[in-house]
């Protein structure tokens, strides 16, 4: 099971860090994302990790956002710097077992095993 924290109400401008915790060994996943979703919108892939460290963004957020893991706390990380209103969303974080590339399945969010129930990130 996936679980997101760090959610919260933060000035534009400002920063917040999410982190999902996997309740199994990490390494059992491939690829570990982030999506963020509004209501009435698709979900958007945010960030995506490979278990080798391959890293992808989506061009909205690269350069702001940072995506990491630590695997002996079976953590995923999303630091986002610089918010935007537009950033407003619910965040929610992802894993795939099977091999993946992490820039192909940020496009895929029905292809992704298992899903967190996300955490509410509101910028204004």
């Known amino acids: 099971q996936l679980g997101e924290s760090g959610g919260s109400s933060v000035q534009a401008g400002g920063s917040r860090k999410l982190s999902c915790t996997i309740s199994?060994?990490?390494?059992?996943?491939?690829?570990m994302g982030w999506f963020r979703q509004v209501p009435g919108k698709h979900r958007e892939g945010v960030a995506a990790?490979?278990?080798?460290?391959?890293?992808s963004y989506a061009d909205s957020v690269r350069g702001r956002f940072t995506v990491s893991k630590d695997n002996a706390k079976n953590t995923l990380f999303l630091q986002m710097n610089s918010l935007k209103p537009e950033d407003t969303a619910m965040y929610y974080c992802?894993?795939?077992?099977?091999?993946?590339?992490?820039?192909?399945?940020?496009?895929?969010?029905?292809?992704?095993?298992?899903w967190g129930r996300g955490t509410q990130v509101t910028v204004s």
């Open positions: 199994e060994d990490m390494e059992k996943w491939y690829c």
């Open positions: 990790i490979e278990t080798d460290g391959t890293i």
């Open positions: 992802a894993a795939e077992g099977g091999y993946c590339s992490g820039s192909y399945m940020l496009g895929r969010a029905d292809d992704w095993a298992d």
